[in-house]
């Protein structure tokens, strides 16, 4: 299929602009994998649509406010740096957002004058890497000034609210966050309480673990007609040796392997083709996942509603077929559900 046919019809007011006020309130469209009908549920339902013996697999990333703001010591024009993660001791991988493209040797000053940043090298789409001269450690400097990195499809204002920034850096992060370092959240995750995990141990259904430091490739366009034309960024991941044996003794115990999340997925596809199989291991990752694929790991997926000509939609529709995808979400427009980061989810068994 050509990126253009992976595509939906989706009315604005559908995209979900704040999270549901309790998180396992939001809404599950269950999506049965062999052809049977859809189910209406809410993630709170989880324990009861699982079986015991079942090991949820969870990304336990943490979302770090990588949002700054800076001016040109020339002009005062304005520059969002949007940090990426380190490309050095004293270097980073930043997005610049400005009116004109940033130059190699120009200088910036955070807007408080707490850092100067010093533009090294200049890459495509406004990426950039910076020289970060502070006091501070660039981790200090993000944790006290920076903003919660939105996707743009939430509506904020480019200075967000003191206060409605506080509240997006509880909403946009999960109760598991423990490892520093994405830039956005692994979106699944968000629907889960202590009382839900409580419930679902309660059934039989264990959960574990790992790392993937969600990118900005994750949620880019698909840029070429051929999927198989295009390249996704790597991500930084890291499948602990805990978790490959819960799985394995999951397995062999006839239980099922539940991921949340499509970070989750790719982690465990990623490694299941490596040298030796599924074994524990840390790096870089790029798998774009797209039909035709023979999961390997997988049984069953937890994760949001995605955006139309995504990497994201692309998974999905590997993992049921398109067909069954394009279907599914029409039903979840027509049923008013809530999409993307802040919205419902759905569970594909």
Not at 208 to 231: I, K, M, S, W
Not at 313 to 336: C, N, P
């Amino acid at each position: 299929m050509k990126t253009s046919e992976y595509s939906y019809d989706l009315p604005p007011e559908r995209i979900a602009q704040v999270p549901a006020e309790q998180r396992d309130q939001a809404r599950l469209l269950v999506i049965p994998r062999n052809g049977a009908g859809l189910e209406h549920r809410r993630v709170r339902d989880l324990p009861e649509l699982l079986r015991s013996g079942d090991l949820l697999v969870l990304n336990n990333t943490q979302v770090i406010p990588c949002r700054l703001f800076a001016r040109r010591p020339e002009s005062g024009g304005r520059v969002e740096v949007f940090f990426i993660e380190p490309a050095g001791d004293d270097r980073w991988r930043v997005l610049l957002r400005a009116r004109r493209r940033s130059r190699i040797g120009e200088p910036l000053v955070l807007d408080s004058g707490s850092a100067r940043l010093d533009v090294v090298d200049v890459g495509e789409r406004g990426e950039a890497v910076l020289k970060v001269e502070s006091p501070l450690s660039v981790q200090e400097l993000l944790l006290r000034e920076g903003r919660t990195p939105l996707p743009p499809y939430i509506k904020r204002s480019p200075l967000n609210d003191p206060k409605e920034d506080s509240a997006d850096r509880e909403r946009y992060q999960t109760l598991y966050a423990r490892v520093p370092g994405a830039v956005a959240a692994p979106t699944a995750g968000l629907h889960f309480t202590e009382n839900l995990f409580d419930r679902l141990a309660e059934r039989g259904i264990a959960r574990t673990e790992l790392t993937l430091h969600v990118g900005l490739g994750t949620f880019r366009p698909v840029t070429t007609e051929n999927p198989a034309d295009y390249q996704m960024e790597p991500e930084r991941y890291e499948l602990p040796r805990i978790t490959v044996e819960q799985i394995a003794a999951t397995r062999a115990a006839g239980g099922r392997i539940i991921a949340v999340g499509s970070t989750t997925v790719r982690v465990l596809e990623w490694a299941a083709r490596q040298p030796g199989g599924l074994c524990p291991g840390s790096g870089r990752l790029n798998l774009f996942i797209r039909p035709p694929f023979p999961f390997q790991v997988v049984d069953a997926l937890m994760t949001n509603f995605h955006l139309p000509q995504s990497t994201l939609l692309m998974m999905v529709s590997a993992f049921a077929g398109w067909e069954r995808v394009r279907s599914a979400y029409q039903v979840a427009v027509e049923e008013k559900y809530r999409f993307f980061s802040y919205g419902d989810a759905t569970l594909f068994l």
